[in-house]
């Protein structure tokens, strides 16, 4: 019990002094909880505690969770999200961390017609190529940017990415900073419904050094809740 409050204290702790250290004012970084697999009790916890944002990977699990979980939270998408479960999730998230492809935007779009208002979303981005990743290729970021932009139902709101599993997290560095000057090469070309204002980068073993590139979304989930079995 007390251990979650004691995870959460140190997790915000290395936020407040990752950005510290890089001059960045702590509060422009968002800690979203990553819930996949933890019991609603404990993600009742977190939010008791004042966490506010959640993410889940998978539609299923997100829909058992969403209307269990009391307070003032926000839950986003940062999973693969299947074009036919967009109907299931639009008008339950915030923020779609995963957008990667155009028939997904499309997908998104219907949706946000019913909702009378765009979608934000991030555009996922696989910095490193890794043929294992979703993700737009980044030599394809912006076309497929240009393209989404076709939509008036999505507003991009930055750009998300995976950073590749390395055990020394200062590996995973080019890889932050190779998002964050792609969003400021996206940025210039002032495209409409298309805003730079997030970068979702940094997980468990690497949100320092995201947080470091610039990070203001880090996606925490074992550091919060212990190991996922
Ligand atoms: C599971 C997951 C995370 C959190 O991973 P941890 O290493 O447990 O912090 C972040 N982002 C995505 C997309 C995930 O699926």
């Known amino acids: 019990m007390g251990h979650l409050q004691e995870n959460l204290g140190r997790v915000r702790q290395r936020i407040r002094e990752a950005a510290m250290r890089a001059g960045r004012e702590p509060e422009s970084i968002r800690l979203l909880a990553v819930t996949k697999t933890v019991p609603v009790e404990r993600i009742q916890e977190v939010v008791d505690a004042g966490v506010d944002l959640l993410g889940e990977n998978r539609v299923q699990e997100l829909l058992d ?7 003032p939270v926000r839950w986003h998408m940062i999973g693969t999200l299947q074009t036919n479960k967009v109907k299931y999730i639009y008008d339950k998230v915030a923020l779609i961390h995963s957008l990667d492809r155009l028939s997904l935007a499309q997908a998104i779009d219907r949706q946000a017609a019913r909702l009378g208002r765009p979608i934000d979303c991030l555009v996922e981005v696989n910095v490193a190529g890794e043929e294992s990743k979703h993700g737009v290729d980044r030599r394809e970021l912006i076309s497929f940017i240009r393209n989404v932009t076709a939509f008036e139902g999505i507003h991009i709101c930055g750009l998300m990415t995976m950073a590749p599993y390395v055990d020394d997290p200062e590996e995973a560095r080019p890889v932050f900073r ?23 980068m940094g997980m468990s073993n690497d949100f320092e050094v995201a947080v470091e590139e610039g990070a203001t979304i880090v996606r925490i989930g074992s550091s919060l809740f212990g190991g996922r079995s």
Do not use: I
Request: glycine share 6%; hydrophobic share 30%; net charge neutral.
């Open 65 to 71: 969770k969403h209307p269990q979980v009391r307070g």
């Open 178 to 200: 190779d998002l964050y000057q792609l969003s400021r090469e996206v940025d210039e070309l002032g495209l409409q419904r298309v805003e730079m204002r997030h970068l979702s």
